[in-house]
């Protein structure tokens, strides 16, 4: 330790802090977010454009901060390998599975509005002692999007009936939708996802050994459920009423959702 400090390389829990430095990768996308969003409030160029890089970027920022969320509770309750991988960078190319934690989700949000979770970051559970703290490494990634849900809708609230361009706060409106409906996708007790996650050291040994068997085939399990006509009626009945409750007027999103599919204007 005195020699890694003795070469400018002060240690956290063993781990260099170099490991805890926000990637350029992820500060771009920061970059981009909050030069969208400028763009979009005053309609640079094609507004529709605009919106979606605000909506995609800001949409990527909070994928990031999902999955961070996810490895420093892991770091903080003894699994030291997150750091190691890179995951406490926010590097979104880190990911053990970019192409479900990325470009999935995206697709999905283009397409169907709907804020697809990603599996992203490998968590040792074997490092980690105790069933409480499995339990809060699944729950902190749909808590990050249970507070952005809550910030952008405040700032819905607050700033729509202030003025400003209608294109804007359709854009947030459309990202306060989409981690609305991630953090009610995210909690949902499927095995493999984060809400099946957070129940899995809790079961008796048979149903934990069933659990981990339809584990890997989260995704699909997920995709069955919205397929059926009844369930995803259920579904988007509890989002669009949560979004009632929270005041988030669905027209808005609507419009942000029209906004992005650029290609269609």
Same mark, same amino acid.
Request: glycine share 10%; with cysteine.
């Given at each position: 330790?005195?020699?890694?400090?003795?070469?400018?390389?002060?240690?956290?829990?063993?781990?260099?802090?170099?490991?805890?430095?926000?990637?350029?990768?992820?500060?771009?996308?920061?970059?981009?977010?909050?030069?969208?969003?400028?763009?979009?409030?005053?309609?640079?160029?094609?507004?529709?454009?605009?919106?979606?890089?605000?909506?995609?970027?800001?949409?990527?920022?909070?994928?990031?901060?999902?999955?961070?969320?996810?490895?420093?509770?892991?770091?903080?309750?003894?699994?030291?390998?997150?750091?190691?991988?890179?995951?406490?960078?926010?590097?979104?190319?880190?990911?053990?599975?970019?192409? $479900?934690?990325?470009?999935?989700? *995206? !697709?999905? +949000?283009? &397409? @169907?509005?709907? /804020?697809?979770?990603?599996?992203?970051? =490998?968590?040792?559970?074997?490092?980690?002692?105790?069933?409480?703290?499995?339990?809060?490494?699944?729950?902190?990634?749909?808590?990050?999007?249970? $507070?952005?849900?809550?910030?952008? *809708? !405040?700032? +819905?609230? &607050? @700033?729509?009936? /202030?003025?400003?361009?209608?294109?804007? =706060?359709?854009?947030?409106?459309?990202?306060?939708?989409?981690?609305?409906?991630?953090?009610?996708?995210?909690?949902?007790?499927?095995?493999?996802?984060?809400?099946?996650?957070?129940?899995?050291?809790?079961?008796?040994?048979?149903?934990?050994?069933?659990?981990?068997?339809?584990?890997?085939?989260?995704?699909?399990?997920?995709?069955?459920?919205?397929?059926?006509?009844?369930?995803?009626?259920?579904?988007?009945?509890?989002?669009?009423?949560?979004?009632?409750?929270?005041?988030?007027?669905?027209?808005?999103?609507?419009?942000?959702?029209?906004?992005?599919?650029?290609?269609?204007?």
């Amino acid at each position: 330790m005195a020699a890694d400090r003795a070469r400018g390389e002060p240690l956290v829990l063993g781990v260099p802090r170099l490991a805890f430095r926000p990637s350029p990768v992820f500060l771009a996308l920061v970059a981009l977010f909050v030069a969208s969003g400028v763009m979009t409030w005053h309609g640079f160029g094609s507004v529709r454009f605009d919106v979606f890089l605000f909506v995609v970027s800001g949409w990527l920022v909070s994928l990031c901060l999902h999955e961070y969320a996810h490895a420093v509770v892991a770091f903080r309750a003894g699994d030291r390998s997150v750091a190691h991988r890179g995951y406490l960078t926010l590097n979104p190319l880190k990911y053990s599975h970019p192409l $479900l934690s990325i470009a999935l989700p *995206v !697709a999905v +949000v283009l &397409l @169907g509005g709907i /804020g697809l979770p990603g599996g992203a970051v =490998w968590v040792d559970r074997h490092a980690i002692p105790g069933r409480l703290r499995h339990t809060l490494v699944s729950l902190a990634g749909p808590a990050t999007n249970v $507070l952005f849900t809550l910030v952008l *809708v !405040a700032a +819905v609230r &607050l @700033g729509a009936s /202030g003025g400003g361009p209608v294109e804007f =706060w359709a854009a947030v409106a459309l990202l306060a939708f989409l981690q609305l409906t991630a953090s009610v996708l995210n909690l949902l007790p499927v095995p493999g996802l984060d809400g099946g996650n957070m129940i899995q050291p809790w079961l008796n040994p048979q149903w934990r050994r069933m659990y981990d068997l339809f584990a890997p085939y989260g995704f699909i399990l997920l995709f069955a459920l919205l397929w059926n006509p009844r369930i995803s009626g259920w579904f988007f009945g509890a989002v669009f009423a949560v979004g009632d409750l929270l005041g988030l007027p669905p027209w808005l999103y609507a419009v942000g959702l029209d906004l992005i599919r650029f290609w269609q204007g």
